[in-house]
């Protein structure tokens, strides 16, 4: 019986991986389907920001009216806030409550000023009048004032 020689040389061995290379193993994908399998572009700096129009301040009357159907919220910092003391059972759910009322004021970009003391939870809420300038309370912080009680 004989036996054959399977061993390749270096350069065989070359040759057939180049001949592999080129012969298209795998699959093609057409050109049309090729766009659709890109990465969109990345947006421009300027559209990753996220440009909110300011909120107008409420006049004084309407917020004071505003207040009389919320007596828990009181108006404060000549106006430009309102705070409320909230008293639950334990410091743990003081501190649940927290987290809570600053992720959702985070969602909807409104500052908040929150501390706690025991089952003791002073909330403050503060309107803005554009990037980063607290300005007079609005309609949305007095909507979230009666979304979270």
């Known amino acids: 019986m004989e036996m054959k020689n399977t061993e390749m040389t270096n350069t065989e061995l070359k040759e057939n ?7 298209g193993i ?19 700096f300027e559209e990753i920001l996220a440009v909110h129009e300011p909120e107008e301040s409420l006049k004084s ?3 004071q009216e505003e207040l009389r159907a919320m007596p828990e919220w ?5 106006g430009q806030a309102i ?31 929150v501390s706690v003391s ?18 007079g309370v609005t309609e949305s912080v007095l909507d979230f004032a009666r979304q979270i009680g």
């Open 17 to 23: 991986a180049v001949n592999a290379a080129n012969a």
């Open 26 to 44: 795998g699959f093609e994908v057409p050109k049309d389907e090729a766009a659709k399998l890109r990465r969109p572009p990345r947006p421009q």
């Open 61 to 63: 009357e309407r917020v």
């Open 74 to 78: 009181d108006l404060t910092m000549e």
């Open 83 to 113: 705070s409320r003391v909230k008293e639950l059972p334990t410091p743990e759910v003081a501190s649940l409550y927290t987290a809570y009322v600053t992720g959702f004021s985070g969602s909807l970009g409104l500052p908040v000023a």
């Open 118 to 135: 025991g089952g003791l939870v002073l909330v403050t809420l503060y309107g803005t009048t554009g990037v980063n300038c607290l300005g």
